[in-house]
Structure formats: C-alpha cells, structure tokens
C-alpha cells in the first residue's frame, strides 16, 4: 500500500510503500530504500521501532491541528496520507498553502488587540491580532501579502482554541 | 515558641504543592485556597483542606486578601505561607496576618515595606553602603519625565516595575523610538501582576550577569547567606535556566557578595528566606538589583548543595526557632535548576495551555521534579505557563550538565507543547558549557537554540515511523468499519486525524 | 586505559534502565537484550540498539551465554554490564566475555570462583580470618546427609542456595518435619534461578541484623569500603527495606566491618562494585554471610550518602581508571530505600502483574524513583514483581522516614496492585523508627503491617465518593443510551462496573 | 435517589441518597447524616471530593471483580449498585457469598500443581492449587468447606487471569 507523508516545510509530500512482514512487522520502501521495520504500538501513541537493531522511541501527539512526531528528542511535524485521501485533499486544497488563508486562535486567550481592519491590504509578517493567553501578549502575524477579507475577532472577546479570528486572501 | 500545627498555602500551582510537601513531613496540616479555574488543579487535591477565593482572575482570587484570610480563619490555620507572587511580598498582607492573629511565614512588614518598592530599597541600600545600579531614586510620574530621564543617562535603559519581581512589569528601551510602547506595556504588566503600576528606569548594564545570593535570617538577628545562584539565562526578563555555584564566581567574590547581601539583610531587619540579587559586570564589579523578600523558584538548587530544606527552615524560623548555621555551608558538588513551560519556543514562546494528555517525568539518580500538574490535567490559560521545574544534582558542572541532558530527553509530555527541547538547546549551547554567559544569551542565540538542524537519521526515521502508523491505524479502522458501517458516515475526517484520536 | 564506547546491558527492568541513564551521561552508546516477553519493555525503548535473545522463560533468554555474545558482537558492543541476577555473578560468562574480546563489566572470573559458590567462599574466607556462620563447608549430595547434619547442629538452621543470592534458593527450617519438603524448594528455586541446584547448611542465627558492606576495588589492587546497608526487613529472604547508615551501627564497628570487608575483597583479588554480606547478632558480632560479586539492587541508599554513581565507577574502573578516593568517605546524612513490588500483600504477597493503566510517581526534594514501567506498560508474568524502587535522602533518619511516607503517599499505580501501602506500613512501625528491627521483624508483624486499622472518616469518604461516581456515570451513561439505543443490549453488565471500564 | 454500597467485609449494603446539588454538587443522606459534597471527576477515575472544606483526592481502580478505592492511603473495597440492581443482584446471588465457589487464577500465571481431586471433600482453607508468576509459587486455598464439583486446572498448563481453576461446593 503506499502512502504520501510530508514534512512540515517542505512543498512535497513523498510517496511510501507499506507491506505487513509478519507480527508487528512491516517492508517500507522510501526514496529507493527498503527497510524492514519491526514496529510495536504502545498505549497513547507512543511506537517501539527497531530498525536493523537500532532502537526508536517514537512518540505521536496531536495538537490543534497537527501532528508531532518525537524520537530521540528530535520534533518534526509530519501529515501521512493514502492515495486516496491525498487527491481528496489536493482537491480541497488541504495539502496546499495557497489561497485563503485562515488566521486562528492557536490557544484559549482573550483577543487584546485587533491590529486591521476589514478590507486592508497586509504584508506577510504584518501583525493582525494581538492575544493573551497564560499572561503573555502574542501577535499573529500574516502568512501571506493579500487583503482582509474577514474579520471575526473583536477586541476584549475570550476566544476558544482555533477560533476562526482573520482570513487573509 | 508556638508550634505551626496548620498552614494556610496562599498560591498555586508547583509552589504550592512543594510547601504541602515539607508540610507533611512536618506534621503539620495544609489548606489550599483556589480559584474557579483551580478547582481540579493539584494543590486542591494535595492538601488537606481547600477552600474557593474567587474567579480565575488573580485580582478577583488569589490576591484579594479578605478571601485569603477569611479562608484561613474558617480552616483554624495559624500560619500563611505565601509562596512567591501573588500576596508574598505585599506588606500590607503581612499586617493583615498581624492583626488577624495569623503567622505570616516570611519576613516581617517593616522589612518588606524597606525592599517591597524597589525605589525605596535602592535609597535604603545606598544607605547601608551597599552599591547600586544608576538610575532613578523614585518611581516616575509621567511619561514625559520618564522619556527626559532616560534621554539624560542614554539609552539602553530598563524600565521596572517598583513594586515586584520575577521579570513581570520589565521592559528593556534600546531606542528611544520604542520608548513610550514600552513605557505603557512595563505600567499595564505592572498593575496585572501587582496592583501597583509604579515604574521607574535604571541605566542598562552591558552583558551583566545575572547573579544573586540566598539570605536567611532568624528573629534573633542572626543572618546568614547561603550562597550564590547563577541565573542569567533569561528571556523577557524571565529566568529559564539557573545554576549554582555560579561558574564565573571566584571564592573570594562570593565571599564578598555574601558579605554585602548579609548587610542588604540586616540593614532591613531581615528574617527568613530572601535573596539578594545582583548584576555582575564585565569587569566582576556587582551591583544590587532588588532583594527578593520571599522563596524564589530556583530554590532548589541551592537546596541540593547544601542539603537543607529550605521550606523547613521558614517554618521553623517563624515558629521561632535559630538558625542551625552561624555561616555560610560549603556549596557541595554543583545544581542546575531548568523551567518546564507550557509553550512553543518555536512559535515566538506562544503560551500552550490545554490538556495534558500523557505524561512521564524523568526518573533515576540525583534529579528533581516539581510540578504542578498531572496526566490529565487541564492547564488553565488563565496563569503563569510554567508547569514544572527540573533540577539536577552532581559532584562537577560538567556532570550535572550532562545529567541535565539526559533527563529532559526523558521528559514526555503530550496535548501541549513544551520548551523542553528549546532547555535541551541551552544546556548542549557552547557558550552555557563554558560557563560565561550574560544575560542576553538567550536572546543573542535564540535561532541557535532553537535547535533548528535536523539529523537526517531520525527524520528518516520518524517518517517510517508515521507511515506504520497511519498504516496501522487504518487497518484497524478498517476492520471496526465492517464491524459497525454505521461508522463510514465519518470518511471526510481524514484517517490519519482520526487514528491519532483514538491513538489517547 | 581504552575508553568504552558502547555497552551492552545483559539485563532488563529497572537496573537494565538505571544502567542506561549513566551511560547516556557518560556519552557511551547502549545496547538492550530483550525476551519475547519484554517487547514492549522500558529498556528496549530506552537503548540506542536493541536485540531479541529469546523466548520469555530467562534460562531460554538472558540467561543464554552465546545470545547474549552473539548481539553484543551484532552491535559493536565493546563491553557488557550485567547488572544484578541474570548471568551477572557467572564466572563462565565473564569468561566468555574474555575470549570474545569484549570486556565485562564487573570483577574477574577469578573473584567470582572464589566468591560465587557460597561453600567456596566460606572456605576462603576462613582462610582470609573472615569470620563465617557455623555451617557445612560443601554443598550437600543427598537429602538424608543434609537432615544428618541439620539433626547434629540443631534446628533452626538455613538452607541455601551456593549458586546464587537474592534471597532466591534459600528456606529456613524450623521443625525436622518440613526438612524434606524445604530442601527439595531450596533445590529447585535454586536450579530455577540460577541453573546449579547446590544447596548448603547454616546454623540460623536468633534475631541477627543483615548489615552489608559496599566494596570498591580497582585494577591495582587499591580496595575501598564504601559504609554499610542496613537490610535487616526482608520478608522470605528478599528485602523489602534498605537504609544507611544502618542504625545499629557505632563508628566503631562500622570500621571494624568494614576493614574485614575490604579484607574479604583483597583475599580474592577482587575488582569493581561488590558487597560483603554480614550477620549482626544481638551481641554485634558479626559474621561473613556471602559476597555479592555485582552491584546490588539497593545500591542507591549508597549513592545518597556519598554523592557518587555506582555505575559510571563501575565503567570508570573496567576502562582502568584508578578509585579517586583512598578510604571511606563519611556518610552524609540518612538515606532510606523502599521497593516496590506488583503484589498483593492483603493475599500473601500474591504477584499482580497485568496493565499498568495509570502511574503518578512522586515529585519533589530528594527523592528518587528508579522504575521499570510506565504507563500503558503491561507488567509481563514471567519476570520479578519489583516494578520500582523508591529511595529519599534527608539530614537524619527521623526525616528521611517521614519523606519516604510523604513519597509513598503521593505514589498512584492503578491496574495492579502494588506493595505501596505496606510499604508504609513498615515505615510507620514504632519497631522501624526506633531503628532496632532484626530480620524477623516484617514476619513477625505481618499483621500490624498490613494496616487492617481503618480511619472512619476516610472509610466515610470513600463511600460518599463512590456513590458520586456510580451516579455521575449512571448519568452519563443515561444520555448515551438515550443517544445510541443499540448500546441497550448491554444491560446484563452492571453499570458500576462498566462505568469504571470507562472511567480508563 | 437511592444506591446502596457495600464495603468488604461487611454482610448488608447500606442505603446512601443522593441529589444533584449544582454544578459538580451533591447532596448526599448516609446513616442518618446528611452531606453537601463538591465532587470533581477527573480522567482515569480521580475524583477530587471536598466535603466542608476537607479535601479528599479518591482515586477509583478496577482490577479484575474489584473496584478499590483510595483516600489518603486508605484503601477500601467498595460494590455500589440501584435498588433495580441490587434486587437484580440478589436473586443471582452477585452479592452473597454462599452457594457455589469458584476459584479462579487471580493473575495470569503457570499452574504447577493441584492438590486436589475431583471429588474430594475440602476444609476451608485447604490448599487447592498452586500457580507459579513472577517467579513465585501461590497456594490458592478454598473459601470454604465441601467438595470439588469441578476441577478445569491441569498441572503444566499456563492460565489467564480469572480462568477457572475449582469449583467447591
């Protein structure tokens, strides 16, 4: 079976095969490579991996909106798909950083500051929204250069977790 | 000499379970006091008895000081512990114990009222002899005398909150330009974290280090020091990682500045736990900064050198008792102290507050871990992002570096994110294993830190890794799926988003 | 003088861990041998390189010679460290390890000759002018020669294992009637444990004190005594608690133990971490019980006191470095060690291994855990129940006890049972804190141990709060079914006990 | 409405009303005594409980036919069900001792011998079967005087927890 996983950073998401080889076993081939995996899960998403006799202490954990991946101290950020789910989501552009972009909440906090207004044009890295969370001021910035389009955030306004505060195209 | 048979914690988080914990080893029952965002956090569930303060917000709770003692009375405590923040170093809190017929363990008013506004403390060190960093003698009234002031001694200076510590209310100006953002954002910190937006500016020492000196005297006038802590690195004003003995500490300096905070003490009529804290410059010339008139957070690693409970030892200087010491202890072997923060350093220090899903604290020789938290707690938003501090014991700096090290690669916590691989950084960084460092490294070499290089060994690896995964989350997907079709109805949630769900 | 740089560690569970960490701090890679049964083991995950050795059952696994040569050759290792039980005390191993070129961590072949057959040692040791218990100078051949000399020297006596320690292979005989019956269990937990059905007869000696001596030799000869472990609370040989200084002890004769223990050490040209085992009787003489020819499971008391790392010493000699110290250091304050065990010691000490389903481990001031297991960890079946041990230090006994309770208290395991309250059962016994307990003292107050006492307050709590729980599940339930009308066929299940199926 | 719990060791299951009481508050009639109790449940079955100020932090486990629960080191045994229940309980004789018992393996383990036969008359506590874990031997005895009606254990053979070894009758 072969997946498409892709590096936080890097445009392309690359392809890689899948085979079960026995109890907690699997064949991968990645970039030419082939890897026999001895890979066990344990209890909240933590895996056991030997590969070659080497030892991986990998751990998963899921936050908002992406998952992070943990081995040997190392953090990398990494989205998997099938062949599938991988043209469903270039479809809706779920894959891609282009087009509308939504500025949310990245934590519970209260909105101090909203920086625009509906309509402005902005500059990448231009501040948008001010929150505080935790007794800490954090300034969202923009993704991109392009124009406010919505504005759902208002000054002195509790807000969730990936609540929806600009959108930028 | 009364004995304290029930203490009053009048804080939270990490503090206010260590104090709990010397408290039960004394003997001596523990009341907790919460807010409405604390109603599941640890301390309520440490302690012996809990009572509700208010609403989350530190002004409505944990700092209006009626609810506090009024908590104390129905309990029957006979003592407050105050922690750090909060009420801890509020003189008029300290009457208010006085007069409610409660011990407040710390020092008395008068003493705080002499170190509590950082202006006052800087006229009465002059006083004492004791030197000072340039700047203002009182706080500033205006905006306008503000900005003439620091035009006056130049640029960069820093603006500080007079009335408390631990980096809240602090601004560094190094143009004028951003003099007045600055101005407004150290006042509004201020009253946030004091209720006292009182600023004033003192001239900006180029790459001090940030080296202070533990106090503690008894009622009976004995002071003593014990030694130094090494805390320079510091972001915002704020310490991540501390040490001590301090690597750029000779003998004799440390004797000297011990000599000179013992006077800073007793010139205040100093009794329990304080510290001294002063800048150390490049040529080892040290200036007082403020004294501290409470525990401070990087308390245990002067506890691991020197083998004392520092928490006992308020307790028992407030019951009455002398201090065991006449002086200072030798500092045995070396301690460094690192905060576990709920934030994402990667994301400007982003705070993280949320759910805890798992946890698992380092373990095995010579370390420390005290937190405030559990698997499946919920960290508010509503309060300081530190989680936990770890600290570390060994004969050499080298070796405790090393252990240091090796129990933050031990640390997993998952739901939020945490600075513990940003602390890695730090502790791996040259120039924090040479030992040198000022109070701009973090700053300075903040992208270095952050510890952006990858091995291509274990990104490799954490790509098989993620494919098996999804690969076996899927297979089991599959197989509920023909199980109960009704499931299928949920095919727009991508399988990977799905698996790692239910991976918790 | 080659510096090691990677390990394999021919052991699992905590010491397999514990030996890891100092490794990790060294800088030296770590390889893990594993059983079938130990897939999901902590010291798998924890090594940089990992090998299957073989089916769960040991003497199939870790206790297979050429296995275990055989992955140290795969990795590169060019050493090995067996930490305790296992092959760590088999002359024929380290043999093995010589010829295969890769250096064992521990003393010579030679040594454990000399030490490891209990009778072999005896005889040496009477040699050295090491006094011993009375007892048989071989291994007895046959049942009816043992019953004849346990006839002639009177009951009660000791049978014991000479292949090995640990409480393993050991019964005491109380009445000739159970004679036969206590030496055939004395042979085949022997054959079991250590693969050599040898067993040998003591005189028992009436309320004697185990007091042991830590060892440390180098290359050249140059033998050191690190002070004493008092292990006298043991239940059926294994001990449970360990604490030094020991509180039977002068000075006196803590020197005079341990410059026999050092004596015992030269006698068999001894190298590395080892420890000489004593009898304390009630007069306080002592008497040579064995040497353990390894690093012992409660070497962590030692490490408190003295401010040193057992392991990276016992690295540091096998690379040929030479001891730092040239005699004792003075034991700094008071160190206590517990250990936890998966097992129920309401049922006799019943083993409960299963699905480690939630674990909060202790926190805060010295204190340690040196664990096995985390979380989501399945305890396997085939191996030692000891999960954890738990070690404090503090200033002075009295306090070191009352942190260890303090410790014991915050410890949550749930899905096993564990030792953890009797634990502080023994703590809290007038018999423990008045420091005078002998090695009869945990089976003599079995049941005063076990705590059946109640406080009705907190049995009055406990029923509040589980009726809260069936409620508050009975509700949630309610509005799932209401939600999910199919669930309703589970109606059979009782809804407290699904309730806490959910509550995981 | 009315639960009825029944602690270890105890023959009768004692009635405990209880009425919501607000948020995370119940009200609760024991004995007589009345209590308003602030009950916080937490995940993997804490409950932080104050009760007139007094905290107590129960810690809820179920292991095998057991749920325990843990209050400031005390460990309490604790069966709670509804009038519905316990009727139903009654009548299949769930909550009584007497009648039929069965012995089952209380962890998984190697059953390495049998001391008995089928048929055999037994005393209570007399030794039944012997199961070897973690390297030590257990001698499981019978709860109570009568005969060895059944007897599913085999000398050799590995058993899971719970699986049924003896029944005495």
């Given amino acids: 079976m072969r997946y498409f996983a892709k590096l936080q950073g890097q445009k392309e998401a690359v392809p890689v095969d899948i085979e079960p080889a026995g109890e907690n076993r699997f064949k991968l081939t990645h970039n030419g490579k082939t890897f026999l995996v001895d890979a066990l899960a344990l209890d909240h998403g933590a895996v056991s991996m030997l590969v070659d006799g080497t030892s991986y202490s990998v751990e998963f954990d899921e936050q908002g909106d992406e998952v992070q991946v943990s081995v040997r101290g190392q953090v990398t950020r990494i989205d998997v798909a099938d062949e599938r789910r991988l043209r469903l989501r270039a479809a809706t552009a779920g894959f891609s950083v282009e087009g509308k972009q939504v500025i949310s909440a990245p934590m519970p906090g209260k909105v101090v500051k909203v920086l625009v207004k509906q309509g402005d044009e902005v500059k990448e890295g231009q501040g948008l929204v001010v929150i505080e969370a935790m007794k800490m001021e954090n300034e969202l910035k923009s993704p991109k250069a392009g124009k406010v389009v919505e504005l759902p955030a208002k000054e002195g306004t509790a807000v969730e977790i990936n609540a929806k505060l600009v959108v930028v195209e | ?257 011990g000599e000179v905070a013992v006077k800073a003490a007793k010139a205040v009529g100093y009794v329990g736990a304080g510290t001294v804290e002063f800048l150390v410059d490049v040529h080892r010339n040290f200036y007082f900064l403020e004294m501290n008139t409470r525990l401070q957070v990087e308390h245990p690693v002067t506890e691991w050198v020197t083998g004392l409970d520092l928490v006992a030892w308020q307790i028992k200087v407030a019951e009455g008792e002398k201090l065991p010491y006449t002086e200072a202890p030798t500092p045995n072997g070396h301690s460094i102290e690192v905060r576990v923060y709920a934030e994402d350093p990667a994301r400007n220090f982003m705070p993280s507050p949320g759910r805890i899903n798992y946890l698992r604290v380092p373990g095995g020789p010579y370390l420390r871990d005290d937190s405030g938290v559990f698997p499946g707690y919920t960290v508010p938003n509503t309060y300081d992002p530190m989680i936990s501090k770890l600290s570390v014991w060994a004969p050499t700096r080298r070796e405790a570096i090393e252990r240091a090290k090796r129990a933050l690669a031990e640390y997993v916590v998952k739901g939020i994110t945490t600075n513990v691989r940003y602390l890695k950084g730090i502790l791996s960084h040259p120039e924090f294993v040479e030992g040198d460092y000022d109070t701009s490294f973090l700053t300075r070499e903040h ?39 009704s499931e299928g109805g949920k095919g727009g949630i991508s399988a990977w988003r799905l698996a790692s769900r239910r991976g918790r």
Same sequence: chains 1, 4.
């Fill in chain 2, 447 to 485: 992208e270095t830190l952050l510890g952006k290089g990858e091995d291509p060994q274990l990104t490799e690896a954490s790509l098989l890794a993620s494919v098996v995964y999804a690969y076996q989350r899927d297979q089991k997907k599959a197989k509920t799926l023909t199980q109960a079709p």
């Fill in chain 2, 1 to 257: 000499m009364a004995k304290i048979r029930k203490i009053l914690v009048a804080n939270r988080g990490e503090i206010a379970v260590r104090v709990m914990r010397t408290c039960k080893e004394l003997g001596i029952a523990t009341v907790a006091v919460y807010s409405e965002a604390d109603r599941s956090a640890l301390h309520v569930r440490t302690a012996d008895q809990a009572f509700l303060v208010g609403p989350p917000p530190s002004r409505e709770s944990y700092l209006v000081q009626e609810r506090i003692l009024e908590a104390a009375k129905k309990a029957g405590a006979d003592a407050i512990h105050p922690g750090y923040g909060f009420l801890s170093e509020n003189a008029s809190f300290v009457r208010a114990c006085e007069k409610a017929g409660i011990t407040f363990i710390g020092p008395p008013a008068s003493a705080m009222d002499a170190m509590g506004e950082k202006t006052r403390a800087r006229q009465n060190m002059i006083k004492a002899g004791v030197p000072v960093v340039p700047g203002t003698a009182e706080p500033i009234a205006t905006v306008e005398e503000a900005r003439a002031y620091a035009e006056k001694i130049g640029v960069p200076v820093m603006l500080k909150a007079a009335g408390g510590g631990g980096g809240k209310g602090m601004r560094k100006v190094e143009r004028m330009e951003d003099f007045e953002s600055s101005w407004r954002a150290a006042k509004s910190e201020a009253m946030n974290a004091f209720g006292n937006d009182a600023v004033y500016i003192e001239k900006y020492l180029e790459k001090p280090h940030h080296v202070e000196i533990q106090v503690f005297a008894d009622q009976y006038g004995n002071t003593i020091h014990l030694n130094e802590r090494e805390c320079s690195a510091q972001r915002r004003h704020q310490k991540v990682v501390e040490e001590t003995p301090s690597p750029i500490l000779t003998p004799e300096l440390r004797a000297k500045m």
